[in-house]
């Protein structure tokens, strides 16, 4: 099947702006999803609120676009109630870490085989470029308007340090790196994050001074690193791309099996 | 009624009840006093091959039923005030995409932490109000294990048939008292299946279409339809819409199956009331109060009923109008400032007759309480 059979195209085009990383997340996410061959009814596109969370009405798969944040919290039903899907979960980066932070390291902790997406374009889009959890210092915003104080979380440490057991980051400029970690985040067997660096031209690009989508895309080109890098000790500002864990810890429906084993025994 | 009798809690009464009815999923996070609920699950359900998840709060865990929901199984939360109010939006979704779901709120004083261990009645209007925008719900509540019990399989059964969250108002003396209960044989009680589409794969399924019977067939998630499901106003495919039309239809139908249907959602305990020239209305622990202020006032020769209501919302305005058609007063018993009695006034022709008896300092409100009252009231001093 080529990537438009999964889409719905009759809500094309999208409402993403023009110049937007986030068609990039979503076609690459599309090409790993056919790379791997899985079953459209097989698939779960669980969303919270925001543009990046929009990407669920726009696949043919089985859809939930939920509320601000809790995108995860909602997935967690769905794949303990059904193990057998996959479960993606695509999310802003203040979808995913300022009103959902509580959820995302949460499961992270538990390691529920949940493939969670961080498309993180540093700014509240959809309601006008307010500063996000993941802005950074010095960034201005529509809320930031002399310049931001906050400082960034680093999404991969994050999620390492909650537990997750299979982190990357890539960006919407490196789409094969991308879609090849994509399919290894959706094979991996319990919480998987991937980040990835997804352009705002609109807001966060015209606030910052940061050029078109392209300059903001040769940003990502000429400021990422491969992860392990001898660069990042000469220059520790550059950001590393790649997987920064992969390991193998028992899954969380996995566990549960055996709780349900052990309670039918003693009844 | 054959079974097996039991001494229980009447949060173990509740579990005891969502268990018979068919729950296999519960995602919860402990509070007090509805703890219990928790408790028993985590040991029950994996027993059942169903599933007990302890997620990190009040608003994770709704949002887990409703996702578990969609997958076909019957779903359950419990939770008290604080964590009731965490629940709001979530709940709104529930509504809004047409999720069954029970949500069960032991009640605790209020507002914020209030008082966490003792009795109190003051979350009636939020459940009725909680979530945004405008909604129909469904509100039960009971004030005996016995009735608690199928109250909570009512509250299944409701949640199957109008595809609505549900929720189930219970007290802090309801949830901790110990009483007998006698546990239905299997199919004593009726239980709703969820109506399920009967469309084969590869044809146009509308997950939000009604049938003529305004019914709507639900597919489960992870089957062979894939829809959309979302907290937008949304078309019938369930996709997200702003159309004037398609709004205010959507709207009036997540009122009107509710509210056209109060005659068979209303649930009630009548005593005394054929010829009663004063009746208390009261639910939850407060009537159990009441009912006794009714039985020692007969045998006084006095002309009181009790109408316990087991239906909050929606309103049974019609019931307590033709119930209290022939009273001279009404005295709404109940532990807030006045939540139930609101209604009660609107309902009635003469809403200067409705009076009302209330506690709001955390203790059970007694028979001298309201036998104190009505003596005020009716001129007979204190």
Redesign the interface.
Known sequence: MGVKDYIRAR?FPHIWCPGCGHGIVLNSLLTAIEKLGLS???I?F?SGIGCSSRI??YV????????HG?AV??????????P??NIIVPMGDGDALAIGG??FI?AARRNLDLTAIVMNNRIYGMTGGQFSPLSGYGVKATTAPYYNIDHGFDIAELSVAAGATFVARSTTYHVKQLTNIFCKAILHKGFSVVEVLSQCPTYFGRKNNAGSAVDMMEFYKNNTIPKGSKAKDENPDLIERGIFVQKKLPEYCEE?DK??K???N?? | MKGKIKFVQGNEACVEAAMYAGLDFFAGYPITPSTEIAEHLSYRLPQQGGKFLQMEDEIASMCAIIGASLTGHKVMTATSGPGFSLMQEALGYAVMAEIPAVIVNVQRGGPSTGNPTHVSQGDVNQARWGTHGDHAIITLTASSHQDLFGITVDAFNMAETYRTPVILLLDEVIGHMREKLVVPEDGEIPLVKRLRTSLKEGVDYHPYFPREDGRIPMSDFGGVHRYNVTGLYHDMWGFPSDNPRLVHDLIRHLVDKIQNDRHVITRCNKYHLDDARTILIAYGSAARSAHHVVETSRREGQRVGLLELKTLWPFPHGLVREKCAKARTIIVVEMNMGQVLAGVKQAVDNPESVFLANRIDGVLIKPVDITGIMRIIQGRGV
Do not use: Q
């Open positions: 809500f459209k009814n097989d779960v669980v669920s009405g043919d798969f089985h859809t939930l676009h939920t509320i809790r919290a909602f997935a967690t039903g769905v794949k303990m109630s059904r057998g899907l509580n959820h949460h549960y709780i349900i052990i309670a039918k003693r009844s």
